[in-house]
């Protein structure tokens, strides 16, 4: 079996997929996967727990045996679960052939193996008779396979082809029913992650203004969903323009359809305001009543605010509207949610789709390029104006009126601003010919096609021919984040103070051997690690980065991942001090917390991948013209399990 597997480019920052064979070792791909997540989740689990109970029950009842097929078992856990509750047997179905034989060891050394047969197979190959994988169809059905989105992992055709092929007619489900819940907003904030703004750059001659394409503004934008953590988003940044509405419900106990359909709700705006942005999250019941119920809703929509569970595996979606439209309070207009076999999206119309005869089937698709280019966070923080007069402010204490400027960063505007602060040339490479496409329609647009000279090389294979033999006399990259998500989403607090641990110089050669540093972080008092609130943004012992202070400026700055092994330690913090040791070489970082430190254990279940926040941004406070990159140190208490992960690390100058 051949796996692709996502892997950062060290030079464009951006994710490419490579083919990995049999014998790849897939450890850390099921270390950056939501396994963990997943199984921690606390409230999943009970809930989960307490539907197969009843569900078993149910068939008992029935004078009949419990037969149960669980549809991506993953680790096992709730196949055991439905043994402990009572089931006769459980058919476990994994197609992924790591966590297969991980869950054969799992259900083995937990003495389940007489009553759970692990099937390593896609649920649609799977077959029923006395030569088959079952010898007869199940009459309970068991699934986790939802993600944010609920279809994005294919659960509808899984579901229509297990009542097809699987299970009886009329079985027991657990999860019973899922409901998925929209909200109407205005949001600049979020707007700002689908669309380019105009840029506003100030210089000598006055300000100038880097607008879009008109192409870029008509286009409807990716159809992928934004997942994102809306608990953290701050109640300020939206304005809400409808109440929640229940807007469709899928029913796993009977057939179930994996084919496109459409469903709308009338209703009358609460407020005035431009429709940008819907938020979407949904629920799903484990039992026919609906009393057993496991909720993603954020907390201005949750039934008890105070119980809400922090999860990461599953958050809630933020959909852009193909345009924004203006919408009137009490003026009633017709929320339309489309979904295919995988994907939902949304639309507005000013009357029922069923009066006027419109349904808008297919999917929206970027025909712009930009945002197939920039994930939305990258649109983000184009758009972010503070950010754009941090980058002005920083080029000003370099540029001469001579000065020949090289920028090497794929979709990048600093080419044009360098341009308007006065550089006698430009030259920007795009590594691919989709940049390459999509910076000549913005040139164009500005009237620069002519000032800005394009090369179409990765940055590595750069000759001085392709400068025209010209020495340029400033190297600038603009930071690239590797993954789409922004560290505001993850609360916690602080333990120490920023710590220097190195300093970059990037007007000297880039040192070969390996960098080491290591000392010890001062605490700041002893307290009880981690825990958070998740009904509102982090603001106790708020450190300078959070979102309400710097990182709402810098948002996503050079924001990169690194694999960290996990680092556990008691949940009291009862020393001064923590060790700590950070290696580099080159091009990658590798940080840990020291081994040797007292009371350290070291966990080994899964692996858990630790996420570091990289700032990265030109001098500003001194005005000196040297750029370099100091790394900070900042332990803090993790909101998954309270533990000491590792550093997060911070880039800044």
Same mark, same amino acid.
């Given at each position: 079996m051949k796996v692709f597997?996502?892997?950062?480019?060290p030079?464009t920052?951006?994710?490419?997929?490579?083919e990995?064979?049999?014998?790849?070792?897939?450890?850390q791909e099921i270390a950056?996967s939501?396994y963990?997540?997943?199984?921690?989740d606390?409230?999943?689990?009970?809930k989960?727990?307490?539907?197969?109970?009843a569900a078993?029950?149910?068939?008992?009842d029935?004078g009949?045996?419990?037969?149960?097929?669980d549809?991506?078992?993953?680790?096992?856990l709730?196949?055991m679960?439905a043994?402990?509750a009572g089931?006769?047997?459980?058919y476990?179905?994994?197609?992924?052939?790591?966590?297969a034989?991980?869950?054969?060891k799992i259900?083995?050394k937990?003495?389940?193996?007489?009553?759970?047969?692990?099937i390593?197979?896609?649920?649609?190959?799977?077959?029923?008779?006395l030569d088959?994988?079952?010898?007869?169809r199940?009459?309970?059905l068991?699934?986790e396979?939802f993600?944010?989105?609920?279809?994005?992992?294919g659960?509808?055709?899984?579901?229509?082809?297990?009542?097809?092929?699987l299970?009886q007619?009329?079985?027991e489900?657990?999860?019973?029913r899922?409901?998925?819940?929209?909200?109407?907003?205005?949001s600049?904030?979020?707007?700002?992650?689908?669309?380019?703004?105009p840029?506003?750059?100030q210089?000598?001659?006055?300000?100038q203004?880097?607008?879009p394409?008109?192409?870029?503004?008509?286009?409807?934008?990716?159809?992928?969903?934004c997942?994102?953590?809306?608990?953290?988003v701050?109640?300020?940044?939206?304005?809400?323009?409808?109440?929640?509405?229940?807007?469709?419900?899928?029913?796993f106990?009977k057939?179930?359809?994996?084919?496109a359909?459409?469903?709308s709700?009338?209703f009358?705006?609460?407020?005035?305001?431009?429709?940008?942005?819907?938020?979407?999250?949904?629920?799903?019941?484990?039992?026919?009543?609906g009393?057993?119920?496991?909720?993603m809703a954020?907390f201005?929509a949750h039934?008890?605010?105070?119980?809400?569970?922090?999860?990461?595996?599953?958050?809630?979606?933020?959909?852009?509207?193909?345009?924004?439209?203006?919408?009137?309070?009490g003026?009633?207009?017709?929320?339309v949610?489309?979904?295919?076999?995988?994907?939902?999206w949304?639309?507005?119309?000013?009357?029922?789709?069923e009066e006027?005869?419109? #349904?808008h @089937? $297919? !999917?929206? +698709?970027?025909?712009?390029q930009?945002?197939? /280019?920039?994930?939305?966070?990258?649109f983000?923080?184009?758009?972010?104006?503070e950010?754009?007069?941090?980058? #002005?402010? @920083? $080029? !000003?204490? +370099?540029?001469?009126p001579?000065?020949v400027? /090289?920028?090497?960063?794929?979709g990048?505007?600093?080419?044009m601003?360098v341009?308007?602060?006065?550089?006698?040339?430009?030259?920007?490479?795009?590594?691919?010919?989709?940049s390459?496409?999509?910076?000549?329609?913005?040139?164009?647009?500005?009237?620069?096609?002519?000032k800005?000279?394009?090369v179409?090389?990765?940055p590595?294979?750069?000759?001085s021919?392709?400068?025209?033999g010209k020495?340029?006399?400033?190297?600038?990259?603009?930071n690239?984040?590797a993954?789409?998500h922004p560290?505001w989403?993850?609360p916690?607090?602080?333990?120490?103070?920023?710590?220097?641990?190195?300093t970059?110089d990037?007007?000297?050669?880039?040192?070969p051997q390996?960098l080491h540093?290591?000392?010890?972080i001062k605490?700041?008092?002893r307290?009880?690690a981690g825990?958070?609130t998740?009904?509102?943004?982090c603001?106790?012992s708020a450190?300078?980065?959070?979102?309400e202070?710097?990182?709402?400026a810098?948002?996503q700055?050079?924001?990169?991942?690194?694999?960290i092994?996990a680092?556990?330690m008691?949940p009291?913090?009862?020393r001064?001090?923590?060790?700590?040791a950070?290696?580099?070489?080159?091009h990658?970082?590798?940080?840990?917390?020291?081994r040797?430190?007292p009371?350290s254990?070291w966990?080994?279940?899964l692996?858990?991948?630790v996420?570091?926040?990289?700032?990265?941004?030109?001098?500003l406070?001194?005005?000196?013209?040297?750029?370099?990159?100091c790394?900070?140190?900042?332990?803090?208490?993790?909101?998954?399990?309270?533990?000491?992960?590792?550093l997060?690390?911070?880039?800044?100058?």
């Amino acid at each position: 079996m051949k796996v692709f597997c996502g892997r950062a480019n060290p030079v464009t920052g951006s994710v490419e997929w490579q083919e990995e064979d049999e014998q790849y070792d897939y450890h850390q791909e099921i270390a950056r996967s939501s396994y963990a997540d997943m199984l921690h989740d606390k409230d999943r689990n009970i809930k989960y727990y307490q539907g197969i109970r009843a569900a078993v029950s149910r068939v008992k009842d029935r004078g009949q045996k419990a037969l149960v097929l669980d549809i991506g078992t993953g680790t096992g856990l709730l196949s055991m679960m439905a043994v402990t509750a009572g089931a006769d047997f459980c058919y476990a179905v994994e197609v992924f052939k790591p966590m297969a034989d991980a869950a054969v060891k799992i259900v083995e050394k937990n003495g389940f193996s007489d009553k759970i047969k692990v099937i390593n197979k896609h649920s649609t190959e799977v077959t029923v008779g006395l030569d088959g994988d079952m010898p007869c169809r199940a009459n309970i059905l068991i699934t986790e396979l939802f993600d944010t989105e609920l279809i994005g992992e294919g659960a509808l055709p899984s579901y229509e082809h297990a009542h097809r092929h699987l299970v009886q007619e009329n079985c027991e489900a657990v999860p019973h029913r899922a409901t998925v819940y929209a909200q109407l907003v205005e949001s600049k904030k979020m707007w700002s992650w689908n669309k380019l703004f105009p840029i506003r750059v100030q210089t000598k001659r006055g300000e100038q203004i880097i607008v879009p394409p008109s192409e870029l503004e008509r286009c409807p934008g990716a159809p992928s969903v934004c997942d994102i953590q809306l608990n953290q988003v701050s109640p300020t940044d939206f304005t809400v323009l409808s109440h929640v509405l229940p807007m469709f419900s899928v029913d796993f106990s009977k057939q179930v359809s994996s084919s496109a359909a459409c469903h709308s709700r009338q209703f009358d705006p609460v407020a005035s305001g431009q429709a940008q942005v819907v938020l979407s999250w949904w629920d799903i019941e484990m039992d026919p009543e609906g009393k057993i119920k496991c909720t993603m809703a954020p907390f201005w929509a949750h039934t008890d605010p105070l119980e809400l569970q922090w999860r990461d595996h599953w958050m809630q979606c933020v959909y852009f509207l193909p345009q924004e439209e203006p919408v009137t309070q009490g003026s009633a207009v017709c929320l339309v949610a489309h979904h295919d076999d995988y994907c939902v999206w949304y639309s507005l119309q000013r009357t029922s789709p069923e009066e006027n005869g419109r #349904v808008h @089937a $297919l !999917r929206p +698709v970027c025909d712009c390029q930009a945002h197939l /280019l920039w994930n939305r966070p990258r649109f983000g923080e184009i758009n972010d104006q503070e950010r754009t007069d941090q980058y #002005v402010q @920083a $080029l !000003r204490t +370099v540029l001469k009126p001579d000065s020949v400027c /090289l920028c090497v960063s794929d979709g990048s505007l600093l080419c044009m601003m360098v341009h308007h602060l006065g550089a006698e040339q430009v030259f920007t490479i795009e590594s691919s010919a989709a940049s390459h496409r999509l910076m000549k329609k913005i040139f164009k647009a500005n009237h620069l096609e002519d000032k800005i000279n394009v090369v179409e090389k990765r940055p590595e294979l750069l000759t001085s021919a392709d400068l025209e033999g010209k020495k340029h006399a400033l190297d600038f990259r603009e930071n690239k984040e590797a993954e789409p998500h922004p560290l505001w989403e993850y609360p916690c607090r602080s333990l120490s103070e920023p710590q220097q641990i190195l300093t970059f110089d990037f007007q000297q050669p880039v040192p070969p051997q390996l960098l080491h540093a290591e000392g010890s972080i001062k605490l700041r008092r002893r307290t009880v690690a981690g825990t958070h609130t998740a009904s509102r943004p982090c603001t106790s012992s708020a450190p300078w980065w959070t979102p309400e202070c710097r990182w709402a400026a810098l948002r996503q700055s050079a924001m990169s991942w690194s694999s960290i092994p996990a680092l556990e330690m008691s949940p009291w913090i009862s020393r001064s001090q923590m060790p700590w040791a950070m290696s580099t070489d080159p091009h990658l970082l590798r940080n840990k917390v020291a081994r040797e430190a007292p009371g350290s254990q070291w966990c080994d279940f899964l692996g858990r991948k630790v996420k570091a926040p990289l700032f990265s941004g030109p001098g500003l406070a001194s005005g000196c013209r040297d750029l370099f990159l100091c790394i900070f140190a900042l332990l803090a208490p993790c909101s998954w399990c309270g533990g000491q992960h590792g550093l997060l690390a911070e880039f800044g100058a």
